[in-house]
């Protein structure tokens, strides 16, 4: 209760600037009509009122709704005589108003960091396509290894003019794609250097967290590549059955590595990205593995 009551005088301080002005020295104010006339200042002109009706946040709304039907059950509940029931829905109203700014806040910087998030995978895709570059031109490279390239590229330009349009949530959903995808371009075409073959690991479960990233970069490509590339239904049926079963082998990885049998956990790992790399040469390209 001592909270709610806090909220409401802080609501009050706010707004207070806001009113005083309308009262004469010397005029006798109702406390009741007081508090209604603080908290409509508070829902309808306040600052507090203008930055929450610039939000279009569909839940921001909502908050600023509920505000005003506890403000219009507090002007009934008043003009009936019961203060009490006034009070209460005098602060619920005011309670709703501040909800709907940190919620304001709390998603403002909730889209701060995922837009920094986005710059960073943008930065790590670039660099990726530039080991790419740089790794074909000595090792050369092949068709497929080349759709990947140009799959990669396809999605950063889509996911670039999404964030531009402001659709951060699928601008990430397209980053990520174009993440893997490019990932596992660079990784075929190292697959065969000494760096790649001769990667020490200080613990089993180090060396099970790599397999778990290599299983990832994997299961997203095969879902690249089920949207993108295949049309026919049976090859569809096909990678979807290797998916199915790779799936079924991650889940047992994942709970051998529970009980701390990392050696064995890593052996069923390999063999689930297996079957995805079946999908994936299923959906027409080829890759080690």
Request: glycine fraction near 6%; include cysteine; charge should be neutral.
């Amino acid at each position: 209760m001592m909270t709610r009551i806090l909220g409401f005088l802080g609501a009050c301080a706010l707004v207070l600037g806001a009113w005083t002005g309308d009262v004469t020295a010397g005029e006798h104010v109702d406390p009741q009509d007081s508090r209604l006339h603080f908290v409509h200042k508070l829902i309808e002109t306040s600052s507090v009122a203008k930055r929450v009706a610039s939000s279009s946040d569909p839940e921001v709304e909502t908050l600023r709704r509920k505000a005003r039907e506890h403000y219009q059950n507090a002007v009934r509940l008043h003009d009936k005589g019961d203060y009490a029931g006034t009070d209460s829905e005098l602060m619920e109203a005011t309670e709703a108003m501040f909800a709907a700014v940190r919620l304001m806040e709390e998603k403002q910087g909730a889209q701060s960091k995922l837009e920094k998030d986005l710059e960073r995978k943008e930065a790590s895709i670039r660099a990726l396509l530039d080991a790419h570059t740089r790794i074909a031109k000595e090792k050369g490279s092949n068709p497929s290894n080349q759709e990947l390239r140009e799959a990669a590229e396809t999605k950063l330009r889509a996911a670039q003019q999404l964030r531009d349009k402001g659709d951060l949530a699928e601008a990430r959903r397209y980053f990520n794609e174009a993440y893997f995808a490019v990932k596992l371009a660079v990784s075929e075409l190292r697959e065969g250097d000494t760096l790649v073959r001769n990667l020490k690991f200080a613990t089993k479960e180090e060396e099970y967290r790599y397999e778990l990233d290599r299983n990832d970069t994997h299961k997203m490509l095969v879902r690249l590549l089920l949207k993108e590339r295949v049309k026919s239904e049976s090859t569809r049926h096909m990678v979807e059955s290797f998916v199915e079963k790779a799936a079924q082998l991650r889940q047992k990885a994942e709970a051998i590595a529970k009980k701390g049998d990392y050696e064995q956990a890593i052996e069923v790992l390999e063999e689930s990205t297996r079957q995805l790399v079946r999908a994936i040469r299923g959906a027409g390209i080829f890759i080690p593995g």
